[in-house]
């Protein structure tokens, strides 16, 4: 089975990376994987798979905002012009996506090209892409949505909960839609280094208690309320250090937040790193501060790690922490609520290592790698009609 697997570049996100977990394991699984990055490459390209199996291609278009009309629509012509092309030149049994924008054009371009007739589109919504108001910009890109999962072979889900809005949101059928959790490689987190060499490796004091939050600095993140929380939790704990890890968008936004509060001494940005067991090992809690999400991949890898979470209760994030018994849950948009579930385990260490270890024994048995994997490989082969 030939699969092209189609991500806007390989930048730290959690799309990204099971986009880059399935061309590892299908390549696993006999699979031929092409990865189609539209814009570029980017720190996750290192876990990619080498040899035989596998070949990436990198289309180099970067799209401008649509209210750069011209130039949105110069950008669009040229990406959708370069998709036909790589859906000519690799000719697939099956296409997936896991970018909204993405799946559009892909949607367009196995139309136009006449591929979509014989070969499956499969698309996985790690959230739902439109959150803003029921304008016509939201009208439109709806009825869009709808076009493109009707003509879909398979739309995977991350989570019930994206299943259900994309289902209400969409008018799609809940029937038409699969939901297919994301799995954690626990081999990347096994023998991981101790504190201490993680944070003499990323310059970090060793004798302040971090919290520790990774992801893109895009708006669903909400930053800028965690960085209030911090103010909060400064008050009693003025040792503690808070280290973020990512970069996007809203970067200069956090900083001058993190400005005005005058809390400069209190963070560290580090940007965007690949090397993800390493800063996972620099923290004592890790914190998710999200006003939405699919399956928040980072808050699995920290649970495989064993670090207690306090997380918002976003998308599918209450399918894996509940409150008091795999992590702390508070509600979103509460800075006031996200700093007191962070000073409740500063304050008990005990009920933090207790927390931890539940939340890795979840990942352990319901978040394996190799059961996601398996069934992704399976749901595709019967989408293509491929029996290996």
Same mark, same amino acid.
């Given at each position: 089975?030939?699969?092209?697997?189609? /991500?806007?570049? *390989?930048?730290?996100? +959690? #799309?990204?990376?099971? =986009?880059?977990? $399935?061309?590892? !394991?299908?390549?696993?699984?006999?699979?031929? /994987?092409?990865? *189609?990055?539209?814009? +570029? #490459?980017?720190?996750? =390209?290192?876990? $990619?798979?080498? !040899?035989?199996?596998?070949?990436?291609?990198?289309?180099?278009?970067?799209?401008?905002?649509?209210?750069?009309?011209?130039?949105?629509?110069?950008?669009?012509?040229?990406?959708?012009?370069?998709?036909?092309?790589?859906?000519?030149?690799?000719?697939?049994?099956?296409?997936?996506?896991?970018?909204?924008?993405?799946?559009?054009?892909?949607?367009?371009?196995?139309?136009?090209?006449?591929?979509?007739?014989?070969?499956?589109?499969?698309?996985?919504?790690?959230?739902?892409?439109?959150?803003?108001?029921?304008?016509?910009?939201?009208?439109?890109?709806?009825?869009?949505?709808?076009?493109?999962?009707?003509?879909?072979?398979?739309?995977?889900?991350?989570?019930?909960?994206?299943?259900?809005?994309?289902?209400?949101?969409?008018?799609?059928?809940?029937?038409?839609?699969?939901?297919?959790?994301?799995?954690?490689?626990?081999?990347?987190?096994?023998?991981?280094?101790?504190?201490?060499?993680?944070?003499?490796?990323?310059?970090?004091?060793?004798?302040?208690?971090?919290?520790?939050?990774?992801?893109?600095?895009?708006?669903?993140?909400?930053?800028?309320?965690?960085?209030?929380?911090?103010?909060?939790?400064?008050?009693?704990?003025?040792?503690?250090?808070?280290?973020?890890?990512?970069?996007?968008?809203?970067?200069?936004?956090?900083?001058?937040?993190?400005?005005?509060?005058?809390?400069?001494?209190?963070?560290?940005?580090?940007?965007?790193?690949?090397?993800?067991?390493?800063?996972?090992?620099?923290?004592?809690?890790?914190?998710?501060?999200?006003?939405?999400?699919?399956?928040?991949?980072?808050?699995?890898?920290?649970?495989?790690?064993?670090?207690?979470?306090?997380?918002?209760?976003?998308?599918?994030?209450?399918?894996?922490?509940?409150?008091?018994?795999?992590?702390?849950?508070?509600?979103?948009?509460?800075?006031?609520?996200?700093?007191?579930?962070?000073?409740?385990?500063?304050?008990?260490?005990?009920?933090?290592?207790?927390?931890?270890?539940?939340?890795?024994?979840?990942?352990?048995?319901?978040?394996?790698?190799?059961?996601?994997?398996?069934?992704?490989?399976?749901?595709?082969?019967?989408?293509?009609?491929?029996?290996?």
């Amino acid at each position: 089975m030939k699969v092209l697997q189609v /991500v806007h570049d *390989l930048r730290l996100g +959690g #799309a990204e990376r099971i =986009a880059v977990t $399935l061309c590892r !394991g299908l390549v696993e699984r006999g699979a031929q /994987v092409t990865l *189609l990055a539209v814009k +570029g #490459a980017g720190p996750q =390209a290192e876990d $990619l798979p080498q !040899g035989d199996g596998f070949t990436m291609e990198i289309l180099g278009v970067k799209r401008r905002p649509s209210w750069m009309l011209p130039l949105f629509l110069w950008d669009l012509a040229r990406l959708l012009f370069g998709v036909m092309g790589a859906l000519r030149r690799h000719r697939p049994d099956v296409v997936q996506t896991h970018i909204p924008e993405d799946d559009l054009v892909l949607c367009l371009a196995m139309a136009l090209t006449g591929i979509g007739v014989h070969v499956p589109l499969v698309h996985s919504i790690h959230f739902y892409p439109d959150r803003q108001g029921r304008g016509l910009r939201t009208r439109l890109r709806t009825r869009a949505y709808r076009w493109m999962a009707g003509r879909a072979g398979k739309v995977f889900a991350v989570s019930e909960p994206v299943a259900a809005e994309f289902s209400e949101r969409v008018g799609v059928p809940r029937s038409q839609l699969e939901v297919l959790s994301t799995g954690i490689d626990l081999s990347r987190f096994e023998n991981p280094p101790s504190r201490e060499m993680a944070r003499e490796v990323l310059s970090l004091p060793s004798d302040r208690s971090v919290v520790l939050a990774l992801g893109r600095v895009v708006r669903a993140k909400n930053y800028s309320g965690l960085v209030k929380s911090s103010r909060i939790v400064l008050e009693k704990f003025p040792d503690t250090l808070f280290v973020l890890v990512g970069d996007g968008d809203r970067m200069e936004a956090v900083k001058k937040e993190i400005a005005v509060i005058g809390v400069e001494a209190s963070w560290v940005l580090l940007g965007s790193r690949s090397d993800v067991p390493l800063v996972l090992a620099v923290a004592d809690l890790f914190v998710q501060s999200s006003d939405w999400e699919g399956l928040p991949v980072a808050v699995l890898e920290a649970m495989a790690c064993r670090l207690p979470v306090v997380a918002t209760a976003a998308g599918g994030t209450p399918d894996i922490i509940k409150d008091g018994e795999t992590g702390r849950l508070v509600a979103v948009g509460d800075p006031t609520a996200l700093a007191d579930a962070l000073l409740d385990l500063l304050a008990d260490p005990q009920e933090a290592i207790k927390l931890g270890e539940a939340g890795f024994e979840l990942v352990r048995s319901q978040y394996n790698q190799d059961a996601f994997l398996d069934r992704e490989m399976s749901l595709l082969l019967a989408c293509s009609g491929n029996q290996g």
